[in-house]
């Protein structure tokens, strides 16, 4: 079945430490996202990627870096710039960036500074 | 930029109560609108999509109808469920505005109780 794999679930991170979160998904989508969830605050755009080897800067990017070097693959390092950095991260895709479709996500990976 | 609003949670109902969750957008181009819904400690699952005005948008027993004149995109259920407790979010895609594509309500918290 296609869809779209995140890993790990749950992360440690201790200060000053980059973790990198896994995105990969089978769907031959050519755009990708990452969101940032946090209680009360919904989702926020930390990246966004309309094809390989392009990305853009969303409404939170500081202190995150990505890169999109194979279609299926879009992995979101959180740095040690990040400074409050425990959330639950999504990722997302859609079919065709120009295109008013749904959204698939995955299920998620819950990052925990230690 | 695009936006949605969608009502503040938390809203508790008793098993079999009637739900609304009121959800409006603003929009420069023509968009798609969603409702997803997230059980705890998971990612997001497409509930239902209307993608033209006067569009409804049905699945599991939740209704939600595209009122373009409106700008909203309610979501209702005649009997709800305890299976039902989730967050629920509002969204729109709009590529033809040149902003973000996605975006996202902030999320309405459901609990329902037997």
Redesign the interface.
């Known amino acids: 079945d296609g869809g779209i794999t995140q890993s790990p679930k749950y992360l440690f991170r201790k200060e000053g430490q980059n973790v990198t979160l896994s995105c990969e998904q089978n769907l031959n989508h050519d755009a990708m996202y990452w969101y940032r969830q946090d209680p009360g605050q919904g989702l926020r755009l930390i990246y966004y990627s309309q094809i390989v080897n392009d990305f853009q800067k969303g409404d939170i990017a500081e202190g995150y870096s990505v890169s999109r070097e194979k279609k299926e693959s879009f992995p979101l390092t959180v740095t040690s710039a990040q400074k409050n950095p425990t959330a639950f991260y999504l990722c997302a895709s859609t079919p065709r960036w120009r295109m008013n479709t749904e959204a698939f996500f995955g299920q998620g990976t819950r990052l925990t500074v230690v | 930029g695009d936006s949605v609003t969608q009502m503040e949670g938390p809203v508790t109902l008793s098993e079999e109560a009637f739900l609304t969750i009121n959800c409006t957008y603003t929009a420069t181009g023509?968009?798609?609108l969603?409702w997803?819904v997230q059980y705890p400690?998971?990612?997001?699952?497409?509930l239902l999509?209307a993608?033209k005005a006067d569009d409804k948008g049905s699945n599991k027993g939740f209704e939600a109808t595209y009122r373009k004149e409106t700008t909203s995109f309610h979501l209702e259920k005649g009997s709800v469920q305890v299976s039902d407790s989730a967050v629920y979010?509002c969204?729109l895609?709009?590529?033809?505005s040149g902003n973000?594509?996605?975006v996202?309500?902030?999320?309405t918290r459901l609990s329902v109780i037997a």
């Open positions: 023509y968009p798609s969603f997803y400690g998971e990612g997001l699952q497409l999509k993608t979010f969204a895609s709009d590529h033809d973000t594509p996605l996202f309500g902030k999320g």
